[in-house]
């Protein structure tokens, strides 16, 4: 098939995934057009069967505010046309659903017939979304799309909630390549290198907005650190990469939190860690913690949206109320405690990962396109 998809190019997790998707696609022989501002972070490798075409945005004088989705809209036409695409899949309902939909009409009134599918991915949905400025545009590109797929069954049911949706929206969950992140190189030197007097390693993946509550990662970690030795890795970064640096001057952690910055390959240093943290506010699915569990390492969680379809309580980790910090730090040394618990947390976050991985997902997206291409 010849695939056309659309994403925001960022570390965002929708972006990850399209990218993620578009690449497995192409290693099975589709044809995978990228049409995206900016060449996906993700979008790392060479093959003969995926092509990048760039929405270029000029800078206009007259526009205080660039049009983009009127020049996604002309690319996707001319894309379409030109690659003789079979079908577009868009991540994020804004612009991009809505995009598409104006693209098939241009389309259609040429005489060709383009379907889309759009995949909902949370913050589309829950955050900006709820904003009722979008919700015509939400509302309308969703009921217009020829498929809908939400992330997880949590998203599926806010969407339903929120938005006046009248038609099925399939949840097809997000995935992880098992081969990629179940790292089998030698990591004692970079955990020596985080902790050099064998201290326990957490981490936490984000783009640190508000969302993620990143002030209670290092709230939790000072839980953990006043009882064992521990180190904290904070990868990303983002708008409130400024409070957590006062934040530790508080609590008096700096010494022990690393900022290591936006990170393309994460695997090395999940494989590294022993636990993950993401105490997040919102989160309709948590590819992060995904990843973690698929590198081996259990998740502190809260029990928000989607995350205890991906975390599972007891096993791969434990899941605590939103803000409840006190609970996920003790969560946390109920894992740390001793090796063997660690060992077992550990088997259970990978065996979790198992039920996500790309070769029983990806089917799922194949079958949709068959039938809605027809
Ligand atoms: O939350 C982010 O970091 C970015 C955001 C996005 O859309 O790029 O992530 C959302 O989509 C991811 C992929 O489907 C999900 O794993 C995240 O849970 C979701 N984020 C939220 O719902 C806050």
Redesign the pocket.
């Known amino acids: 098939m010849n695939i056309g998809i659309v994403c925001?190019p960022t570390f965002?997790?929708?972006?990850?995934?399209a990218t993620e998707l578009g690449k497995a696609l192409a290693s099975k022989g589709h044809k995978v057009h990228f049409i995206t501002y900016q060449q996906p972070v993700r979008l790392d490798i060479f093959s003969e069967n995926i092509f990048y075409h760039e929405v270029k945005v000029s800078d206009y004088p007259l526009f205080d505010y660039q049009p983009y989705e009127l020049v996604l809209t002309s690319k996707l036409v001319d894309v379409v046309k030109f690659e003789k695409l079979d079908i577009l899949h868009v991540h994020?309902a804004i612009p991009h659903a809505s995009a598409a939909y104006m693209a098939q009409h241009i389309l259609k009134s040429e005489g060709i017939n383009i379907p889309f599918v759009t995949t909902l991915?949370?913050?589309?949905i829950?955050?900006v979304g709820k904003d009722s400025s979008f919700a015509p545009v939400i509302t309308f590109a969703i009921n217009e799309s020829n498929a809908v797929t939400a992330?997880s069954e949590s998203l599926k049911q806010d969407t339903l909630e929120h938005f006046s949706v009248k038609r099925e929206i399939e949840v097809i969950p997000?995935f992880i390549c098992l081969d990629q992140f179940n790292y089998n190189g030698n990591i004692d030197g970079l955990k020596k290198s985080f902790a050099p007097n064998s201290e326990k390693i957490l981490v936490h993946v984000?783009?640190f907005?508000k969302?993620?509550r990143v002030d209670d990662v290092m709230k939790i970690f000072d839980v953990v650190r006043k009882k064992i030795p521990a180190v904290l890795l904070m990868v990303g970064d983002g708008p409130e990469r400024h409070r957590l640096e006062e934040l530790c001057r508080e609590l008096k952690t700096c010494h022990l939190v690393k900022f290591l910055g936006k990170v393309k390959d994460t695997e090395r240093i999940l494989a590294a860690s022993d636990l993950f943290l993401l105490p997040?506010e919102?989160?309709?699915?948590?590819?992060?913690a995904l990843e973690a569990m698929a590198a081996k390492t259990p998740v502190i969680s809260t029990n928000t949206?989607?995350l205890s379809e991906v975390n599972e309580n007891g096993i791969s980790g434990f899941l605590s109320n939103v803000g409840d910090v006190q609970s996920m730090g003790e969560n946390a040394l109920k894992i740390l405690s001793d090796n063997s618990t660690l060992e077992k947390f550990k088997k259970g976050a990978y065996q979790r990962a198992k039920k996500f991985d790309i070769h029983a997902i990806l089917p799922l997206y194949e079958k949709l396109y068959k039938r809605i291409v027809g």
């Open positions: 925001y965002g997790g929708s972006g990850v995934v994020y991915h949370g913050t589309d829950t955050l992330v997000n984000s783009n907005r969302v993620k997040s919102s989160e309709s699915f948590g590819l992060a949206g989607g």
